[in-house]
């Protein structure tokens, strides 16, 4: 079945640094969305990507999506404390149910 | 508005009894699917409703667990003899016909001692 996988698992940063995780999947997308997940909290979604080779950015945070449609990152410029958190990419399979990836915790410190 | 809500947010329950946890989506989204996320790791698929049927199944990890959603909104995730292992945080998110973002709610914490 679709696998996704991240890299890496755990990430510290001095605030003020930039951050990146990356993003493979097994199998082509139609699409990837990101998610944020704060410590004790819920996935929040963040955005989707559609189109080959997309960029898009919010803010200090720039996303893209792979040429082949199989890999994304998302980088975020000079950090925050509130950039604090765990960052899921999701691939969608059958009926839109997302395929998670395992993960990117970022932890920063001020 | 409301987003998702979840009920209860923690449940502890012994091994070999029955649970049941309960989503709210959001109103008028149609789709409602189910996740379980243990610590450390990335929410993982259960179930999919679109509507009042149950489109896709195949994250169930065995006949002890079912999940409704009789009136195409509330649904209900059972589980039955619950094992150690079934304990996670188990996540409803919620979407929008035809759109792929989801929206989740708070979560249920299952703890099976």
């Known amino acids: 079945g679709q696998q996704v996988m991240q890299i890496p698992q755990y990430q510290h940063v001095q605030e003020g640094e930039d951050f990146t995780t990356y993003c493979n999947s097994s199998?082509?997308?139609?699409?990837i969305q990101w998610y944020k997940q704060r410590p004790g909290g819920h996935p929040v979604f963040l955005i989707q990507l559609v189109k080959s080779g997309e960029v898009k950015k919010q803010k200090r945070l720039t996303f893209q999506f792979g040429e082949a449609k199989k890999n994304s990152s998302l980088h975020i410029t000079a950090t925050q404390t509130t950039d604090v958190g765990t960052y899921f990419c999701a691939g969608p399979g059958a009926g839109n149910m997302l395929t998670f990836g395992g993960g990117t915790r970022l932890m920063v410190k001020p | 508005g409301a987003g998702v809500s979840q009920t209860p947010s923690n449940k502890v329950t012994e091994k070999g009894k029955y649970v049941e946890l309960r989503c709210d989506p959001i109103?008028?989204?149609?789709?409602l699917y189910w996740y379980r996320q243990s610590l450390g790791q990335g929410p993982e698929f259960l179930i999919y409703f679109q509507g009042t049927g149950a489109a896709d199944d195949s994250g169930l990890p065995n006949d002890r667990f079912f999940a409704v959603r009789p009136e195409g909104s509330v649904s209900t995730l059972k589980i039955q003899r619950t094992e150690r292992g079934d304990s996670a945080v188990y996540l409803c998110?919620?979407?929008?016909?035809?759109?792929?973002?989801?929206?989740f709610g708070p979560g249920t914490r299952l703890t099976v001692t």
């Open positions: 998110a919620s979407s929008l016909f035809g759109r792929s973002e989801q929206y």
């Open positions: 109103s008028g989204h149609t789709a």
């Open positions: 199998t082509t997308l139609s699409n």
